[in-house]
């Protein structure tokens, strides 16, 4: 098992360029599956959950090419649909989270498709019950194999289009109908969509590929259904998760950081909740700069009630960054809530915080007070376990600001979302050495 050890409390400074969006990637890499033609895609992020993805179709029969860095060709034109039922494909496919999302293009284009319980993150029970329930409204038959976990799908008479009410604005689950109901014969509507940048990307490659998919960016898809979908050229957003985590990262540690090529229409709430803590932060051109800062204050609401930091479904706030707000609020000055809605445990990582010398009150599995120490008292250093992805990067953000030396093991974890991590922090002048 890997560990990063860090000497803190050091000043950064310098650039910083984002890697290509993780949960972007797994949801268009999955769509090269949906035509026999040669697809292209660029700002692949190489991180383990994006190459088990790569390594999971190849193990499929799809053709995959590395054509440059972060750039791949996929022709899927001779799909081995049995190999699903293998015990390596189980293996691979249980591993991983976005493997989801490989049943809605094979059950649009070749009438089944299998997945094991996918694995991921530890972070609550994510349900998949939105997938399956938008397979069965487009006809399909969904069974469960309780004995070996696995997932499987028919529709050997084809997919027909529907109306449907999301019982949850999934964004997996989303993305998963839009790619079955893509070759569905007739009109699918679907309403309570979830709506994130990575589903209006999906959607856009989409059409590319002469896809009908009309209401992008809004909570209501309708799909008209084609016969068939070509080939194309598709370039993924920055990570918008990794771009907040740079935020914080250089208002804990009172650092002068540009953040490169950022799609800055995209991140939606993000700069503005940042601001809300009181970071300053400048748009110039589509980068961020964040200048050195000695303090920072959380604002409160206009009838002067403690701020509040929640969750939402998008436009709403990415659940995947309250862990970096969580963190940052350690050291500026005033208190926060933070209200963690979507999932449960996500926060149960506070404690290696409040070992670090951090004020924060748990008051449940889904919410947080945290009372700033406006730099009065510095984070110190420990050993401390990555949980998950987003945690594990709030602990690293946690010691690089934290006094004397820290030690985050279990950095796979973090491995599994961010791109060459130390390798870019250390170009900051950051003291991070990963040891095994």
Request: glycine letters at 10%.
């Amino acid at each position: 098992m890997g560990a990063f050890e860090i000497i803190g409390g050091k000043k950064l400074k310098g650039e910083i360029t984002p890697q290509g969006a993780k949960n972007e990637a797994l949801q268009v890499i999955n769509a090269v599956l949906l035509t026999p033609d040669k697809v292209t895609i660029n700002n692949i992020p190489d991180i383990i959950d994006v190459n088990k993805l790569i390594d999971l179709l190849s193990t499929l029969g799809v053709k995959i090419n590395k054509v440059g860095k972060g750039s791949y060709t996929f022709q899927a034109d001779e799909i081995d649909v049995d190999f699903m039922m293998s015990d390596e494909y189980k293996v691979k496919g249980a591993s991983l989270r976005g493997s989801i999302m490989v049943v809605g293009p094979l059950l649009a284009r070749f009438g089944k498709g299998y997945i094991p319980k996918p694995g991921g993150d530890k972070i609550g029970r994510r349900r998949l019950d939105t997938h399956f329930i938008g397979f069965q409204n487009l006809g399909a038959k969904f069974e469960y194999d309780s004995a070996t976990n696995f997932y499987k799908a028919h529709a050997p008479e084809g997919l027909k289009g529907a109306y449907m009410l999301l019982d949850e604005a999934s964004v997996t689950g989303t993305a998963n109908i839009i790619m079955a109901a893509v070759l569905a014969e007739g009109e699918t509507t679907i309403y309570n969509a979830a709506c994130e940048p990575y589903i209006q990307q999906l959607s856009e490659m989409l059409n590319k590929m002469g896809a009908n998919i009309s209401g992008i960016g809004s909570n209501k898809l309708i799909i008209n259904g084609v016969k068939e979908l070509k080939g194309c050229e598709h370039t993924i957003l920055p990570d918008m998760i990794e771009i907040g985590s740079f935020i914080g990262l250089a208002a804990m540690t009172q650092s002068e950081i540009t953040i490169k090529n950022v799609a800055y229409d995209k991140l939606g709430m993000i700069p503005n909740i940042f601001k809300r803590l009181g970071i300053k932060l400048e748009r110039i051109n589509d980068d961020i700069y964040i200048p050195s800062q000695d303090h920072y204050e959380i604002e409160s609401f206009i009838d002067g009630s403690i701020m509040t930091i929640s969750d939402h479904p998008w436009p709403g706030f990415t659940p995947d960054l309250l862990s970096i707000v969580l963190v940052t609020a350690t050291q500026a000055r005033g208190s926060v809530l933070i209200h963690q809605k979507m999932f449960e445990s996500r926060l149960f990582f506070v404690d290696k915080l409040i070992d670090m010398g951090a004020q924060i009150i748990l008051c449940d599995p889904h919410r947080a007070t945290v009372i700033g120490l406006d730099r009065k008292a510095p984070l110190k250093g420990i050993t401390m376990t990555s949980p998950d992805i987003r945690a594990g990067v709030s602990l690293l953000i946690a010691a690089l600001s934290a006094k004397g030396k820290s030690t985050v093991l279990n950095i796979e974890q973090i491995d599994r979302g961010y791109e060459n991590i130390e390798g870019r922090l250390l170009s900051l002048g950051a003291d991070i050495k990963r040891i095994s």
